[in-house]
């Protein structure tokens, strides 16, 4: 068994990293938590280290050549957008990350939001907290059952959604670059006719130079003024200054996010003191249980590469031709 391995964990959303360190001292790995995710912080902490675990924070170019004897870089999580991956393959290192941990709790917490958003649950409850328990204070309220969902996306969480909103009478349309449905027999409609058609929009995108400001002053044009938008995947896909102004002349009816562009978002900005406007903490991940799994998982895909063997799930397959099934 191979030993004096040194991991790198660049930040993290719970207190400790105990689960980690029990998981990787079986490989003789000692972790190495980051007080903070300063780019001169981790500068410091790379040389000599064997991998590198990141949660948001970024793993930039210079931190990949601050660590020379790097063998993995392992998100914990799902999206890639902060793992400068084609670096990586340049590098011969693997990138692994956990593409199926949270499935069910995004999709639960999208359904959440877009209930929130149609029934105004957190407007009524701030105001009856605030002691004013009237309807005629609330703005107009839809039937959820007959309107129509559109979906940005159709990858493992959007398609977990599906079946959530038809079961509470949504109709459910969906726009891929592929056209493909992926098996959940939604309507495939282009981008513009989505936005056009639905009552609600969800995106589930990853974040990309394709992506990034798909929802912005000319596709907001083409959302009806009742419209509400939901994020629950990348804070980057939206145009937050455009989304405000469309919110702001009654061009759209509201938006629900759960990430943000920056993160953390700055709260004293006039967008959070909107009613229309639902905010969460970047939580829709968040479980005991998921947060226990993409944890393990991605302590273990560390300790099979250390030990030679194949991780579960690697982005870049082209450079682990050293790996095998067993470490052999």
Partial sequence: MADGFRVLITDR?????????????????????????????LLDLASGVDAIAACWAQVTLRLLDAAPNCRIVARFGIGLDNIPVDACTQRHIPVTFVPDYCIPEVADHTIALLLSAVRKTAFFHLNTKQGEYQL???????????????????????????????ALGLNVVATTPSGEDHGTDCPMVPFEDLLRSSDVVSLHCPL??????????????????????????????????????????????????????????????????????????????????????LRRRTAHQIADVLSGRMPEHVVNP???????????
């Fill in 208 to 293: 990309s130079d394709d992506t990034h400001h798909m929802i912005n002053r000319t596709s907001l044009d083409w959302l009806q003024s009742h419209a509400v938008l939901i994020n629950t995947s990348r804070g980057g896909l939206i145009d937050h200054t455009a989304a405000w102004e469309a919110l702001q002349q009654d061009r759209i009816g509201g938006l629900a996010l759960d990430v943000f562009d920056p993160e953390p978002p700055d709260l004293s900005d006039p967008l959070f003191a909107d009613h229309r406007v639902i905010a969460t903490p970047h939580a829709a991940f968040l479980s005991q249980e998921s947060v226990e799994e």
């Fill in 318 to 328: 082209e450079t682990c031709g050293h790996l095998t099934a067993d470490g052999s």
């Fill in 136 to 166: 005629a204070a609330g703005p107009p309220l839809r039937r959820l059952s007959g309107l129509t969902l559109g979906l940005v996306g159709l990858g493992r969480i959007a398609r977990a959604v599906v079946p959530r909103a038809r």
């Fill in 13 to 41: 959303a719970w207190p400790d990293s105990q689960i980690e360190q029990e998981i990787l001292r079986e490989v003789g790995a000692e972790v190495l938590d980051a007080p903070d995710t300063s780019e001169s912080t």
